[in-house]
């Protein structure tokens, strides 16, 4: 009896794994939600999708379920939110859920985001979607998790600005703000400046920097931005200023700044979690007062309208108009109605016919002296020169093309002048009639007066050949002095130390200066006139002057102060200093340029520049200090000097060029790690490498992890110093759904293998660059540190064990038989199982190849039976292959051979075990005359009677080998060849 039982039971569990076999195929439905976890930040919203597949009516809506597991009790489960029963809430969502804080939408009838207004801290867990079954059986995974963390909102801003600010057109605003978090997590942080017009409802972006350091203009200020007019510079680890250059009126209204935190999911799309504006500056802007441009006054005037033969007449024309420095004008003299000179809108001079010989002997003079004022001069006069004199005034108006167009004229109003015949007797002599002089030295000029009966005025001249004559300076009767046009930013001195003598000083001589030089003096106001001139010679100096340009220390480190000293030496002469960099193949760039009075016109960013200057005897030193240098600022430099000489600036020969090199800081940086990591194989392995001592407080570090396998090494993944993981082209995706990479404070960075197989072992590096920032913000790295933690894995035995015991089969054509693969050892976790059948003709030795399930999944039929072979693998150990309609020409001797595979990181799928089946005897016979027909009778039924006869048979079969005296199985071979039957009893 009791092997009769036996008997059934083994008939019963062979009979339940066949139909499993025949009914379990591949699950159809298929329920998901995004990777986990999900970091959220207190009070913000979280919205996570659910989206279900597989159903046989994708138009039917479907019905959803959701529930949390809290971290401090994950087995209880809490429900919150149901789309089928409206009951279904615990009491603490209840009123949430009323309330619409706790939602459920549907996107789709197979898909819904289930949403959390405001997180609470409780609110920190696993949550899980559940699809409703709405179909007759159950055939797939109708469930699925993700883990939420809720963290606390670090996220600071602040603006330190006032709450209001007022400017004119055109002026420039500058704001700052401050914006940072102290989140643990890896965040980003994006900076928009908005502006709130007066009356509007919504704000407007001024212009933005995104979390990816990407800067974009708001709608509307994109043609400013383009032009530089709008700025927005990150000016330390957490400031961010604001330039707005040319302020409009449409710019007023309340600025403020808003920062946004950012955090990357698994997926790899960022979520914004947390959201801060600072406090709004209201700006005004005062709109410039437009007048009347066309509004035009001219007027004339003269020193003396009473003058003698010989004398100098010298007329004034003032133009006053609206903008009157960025307009052009043309101004003409005329006298009885007759034009004698015009200026042009250019400054040009023309002359009129009648006074143009007088112009060429330099007996006409006409300039412009400023904006608004021009000057004519006759000298010597005549008494035909006497006369009504008047000015007129046109305005230009220039075009694109740079033509002028003449406006309508405005005269002044009338000037009378009278001259009156010359008396004789008076004499004048000068004393040294030639006289030389260096360059940059005074030059002193005397005349003496004889025959004085009234009193006088001297008017001291300077003819050169090339420019003709020019008045240098005069002293009048009452003892002023009136220099001339041409002298007017020079040092020059008239002066009358003795009744009969006069005196010329005029410093800082240049070669122009050359020339001859007549004293002319006129007695009352008479036209009688004397004069005498005398030859002056200036010798150039120019090449006296030396420039070089030296430096303490031509290597500095990042952030170090540098000194370059220019030092001039020679003769004391009002020179122009010109700083110039020359960086690499581009052309030099000036840096600054310092005047003779001392004016600097800074051509580029003054705030890491300073300049001084010291006098020390005849060598005066000019020294350009960096403060805080970059890498920039690692260049040639030169200074540069020009004299203005002879109406131009001449250049002396540059100094010498200095290079400046700029090195890194030497590193500090310390890691630590551990040198040995031992693990078993299927568990989790995280190895940490840890900086002990940064170079700097403010460093970001950049990480790469390698492995070394076999004298191979690879890639595994990188950070950047922003913290952006990207994995090594060698690494497949499925290991790298294996590998993660997190920071933690300190900082140190973890590196986790998910499921450690054995071929994960290996030597793994920890490369650490240290990224430090310079005085210009921009970053530069320091040589990389290594750090090394060797990864010991045991090494599994392989347990690969296949079904050996031979079998026999007789199968009428036409029928189906199937050839079992069973695995009865299990292979480790990690491993990959590849199953390939063979087949034996009766007559042959050859075993060929009928039928191969890859490792990846990947069917091949390697027989040409084509829709005749069909598998199934049912359970995870067991592999079966089905022949359908058999044939007389499929009887042999057919067997399955396993092989086992491991993935490692740098070596890839290897193969670890192979292991064969025992052998299936299979003969196909053609079906006889007097056979069942089990399609009429029924499948149920054959089922039933064939599972009775193997029973009656097989229990037959086993009780007769027990009563006949048979050997007892020995306990290895019985396990081997029955493993789901129980051990046999001794009795």
């Known amino acids: 009896m009791r092997c009769f039982l036996q008997s059934l039971w083994r008939a019963s569990v062979l009979f339940c794994l066949g139909l499993l076999v025949i009914h379990c195929g591949e699950a159809r439905v298929l329920t998901e939600v995004p990777p986990g976890p999900l970091y959220r930040v207190v009070d913000s919203e979280l919205s996570i999708s659910c989206n279900v597949s597989g159903f046989r009516n994708n138009n039917t809506k479907k019905e959803f379920e959701f529930r949390m597991y809290r971290p401090a009790n994950p087995n209880s489960e809490i429900n919150i939110i149901s789309s089928r029963e409206k009951d279904f809430s615990y009491a603490i969502f209840d009123q949430r859920v009323r309330n619409k804080e706790v939602t459920l939408e549907y996107v789709s009838p197979n898909s819904v985001f289930f949403k959390i207004k405001h997180l609470q801290k409780g609110d920190e867990g696993e949550y899980e979607c559940f699809a409703i079954n709405i179909e007759s059986g159950y055939d797939g995974i109708y469930a699925a998790k993700i883990t939420v963390k809720v963290i606390d909102n670090s996220l600071i801003v602040s603006s330190p600005m006032p709450p209001s600010v007022s400017h004119n057109e055109g002026d ?91 955090i990357q999911d698994p997926d790899r799309s960022w979520y914004s979690i947390a959201q801060k504006d600072a406090e709004a500056t209201t700006l005004t802007v005062k709109a410039k007062v437009v007048s009347d441009k066309s509004s035009l006054v001219v007027t004339i005037s003269a020193q003396q309208t009473g003058l003698q033969e010989g004398q100098e007449l010298s007329l004034s024309c003032s133009v006053d108009a609206q903008d009157i420095a960025e307009r052009f004008f ?27 010989g007088r112009e060429k002997k330099g007996e006409l003079r006409a300039s412009r002296i400023r904006n608004q004022d021009h000057q004519l001069i006759l000298q010597p006069v005549g008494t035909s020169d006497q006369g009504e004199y008047m000015c007129r005034a046109w305005p230009e108006d220039r075009d694109a093309d740079g033509r002028f167009t003449q406006g309508a004229a405005k005269d002044s109003n009338s000037l009378s002048v009278t001259i009156s015949a010359a008396e004789s007797g ?75 003598t006069f005196t010329l000083e005029l410093n800082e001589l240049t070669p122009s200066d050359s020339g001859s030089y007549q004293c002319t003096v006129t007695e009352g106001t008479t036209s009688n006139s004397q004069s005498d001139s005398g030859n002056v010679s200036v010798t150039a100096v120019e090449s006296l002057l030396k420039v070089r340009l030296t430096n303490r220390n031509p290597v500095v480190t990042v952030g170090d102060e540098v ?84 109406n131009r600036h001449k250049r002396i020969p540059p100094s010498n060029l200095l290079a400046l090199m ?57 950070s950047d110093r922003d913290g952006v993981v990207t994995f090594g082209p060698q690494v497949e995706s499925s290991q790298g759904q294996r590998i993660s990479m997190m920071r933690s404070e300190g900082p140190s960075f973890d590196l986790t293998i998910r499921q450690a197989r054995i071929g994960d072992s290996g030597l793994y590096f920890c490369r650490v660059v240290e990224w430090l920032q310079d005085p210009r913000g921009q970053w530069y790295e320091l040589p990389p540190v290594n750090k090394t933690t060797e990864l010991n ?74 829709n005749r072979l069909r598998f199934d693998h049912p359970v995870p ?84 080998g027990q009563t006949s005296g048979a050997k007892k199985p020995n306990d290895s071979l019985w396990a081997e060849k029955h493993p789901l039957e129980p051990k046999p009893s001794p009795e």
């Open 172 to 262: 420039t605003l500058t704001l700052t703000c401050q914006a940072s978090s102290n989140t643990v997590q890896h965040t980003h942080l994006s900076v928009t400046w908005y502006l709130h017009k007066d009356g509007e409802d919504l704000a407007h972006p001024i212009i933005s920097l995104d979390r990816d350091f990407t800067l974009s203009p708001g709608q509307g200020f994109e043609g400013r931005y383009q032009s530089g007019l709008i700025q927005l510079d990150k000016v330390g680890e957490a400031t961010y200023r604001l330039t707005m250059a040319q302020l409009e009126p449409s710019d007023q209204g309340k600025i403020h700044c808003q920062a946004e935190e950012w």
């Open 563 to 646: 000194e370059l000293v220019c030092r001039l030496n020679g003769p004391r002469l009002p020179v122009t200093l010109r700083w110039s960099v020359k960086r690499g193949d581009s052309s030099p760039d000036t840096i600054l340029t310092l005047a003779p009075n001392g004016d600097i016109d800074w051509s580029g960013d003054q705030s890491r520049y300073q300049l001084k200057s010291e006098n020390f005897g005849d060598e005066v030193q000019q020294t350009l200090l960096i403060t805080g240098a970059s890498h920039r600022e690692a260049a040639l430099y030169r200074c540069e000097v020009s004299v203005f000489l002879e």
């Open 793 to 866: 894995l045991t090494e599994p035995l392989s347990h690969l064990s296949v079904e050996k015991e031979d079998m026999n089969l007789n199968v009428t054509g036409s029928q189906d038989f199937s050839i079992p693969c069973h695995i009865t050892a299990q292979p480790s976790q990690s491993s990959a199982i590849q199953v390939t059948w063979f087949w034996q003709k009766e007559t042959d030795t050859e075993q060929l190849p009928i039928f191969t399930v890859y490792r990846n999944s990947t069917l091949e039929d390697r027989s040409g039976r084509g």
């Open 662 to 718: 700029v090195k890194n800081p030497v590193s500090k940086l310390a890691l630590a790690s551990t040198p040995t990591v031992k693990g078993d194989i299927n568990t989790d392995i995280e190895i940490t490498c840890s900086v002990t001592k940064p170079t700097s407080t403010t460093s970001r570090f950049a990480v790469t992890w390698l492995v070394q396998q076999q004298a191979k090494t690879m890639t595994i993944l990188t």
């Open 330 to 356: 043309s101004v003409a003299w005329l006298r009885e109605g007759v034009e004698l000179a015009r200026i042009g809108p250019t400054g040009v001079l023309s002359v009129g016919p009648l006074y143009s």
């Open 877 to 960: 150990n067991h592999f079966n292959l089905t022949v359908l309609k058999s044939i007389p020409g499929d009887s042999g001797l057919y067997f399955c051979e396993a092989e086992e595979w491991l993935l490692s990181l740098s070596q890839g799928w290897r193969k670890v075990a192979v292991d064969k089946s025992g052998n299936l005897s299979v003969s196909v016979h053609t079906e006889g005359k007097h056979n069942i027909n089990f399609i009429a009778l029924g499948v149920p039924i054959a089922v039933i009677v064939c599972l009775v006869i193997a029973v009656i048979f097989l229990g037959l079969k086993i009780c007769r």
């Open 426 to 500: 008076l004499s004048v002599e000068m004393e040294k009639k030639n006289v030389r002089v260096n360059e940059g030295d005074r030059l002193q000029l005397t005349c003496k007066v004889r025959g004085v009966k009234s009193q006088l005025s001297v008017t001291w001249q300077h003819k050169s050949t090339p420019a003709g004559i020019s008045n240098v300076i005069a002293l009048t009767q009452e003892g002023v002095m009136v220099v001339g046009p041409n002298f007017a930013e020079r040092k020059v001195v008239a002066m009358r130390p003795a009744t009969d």
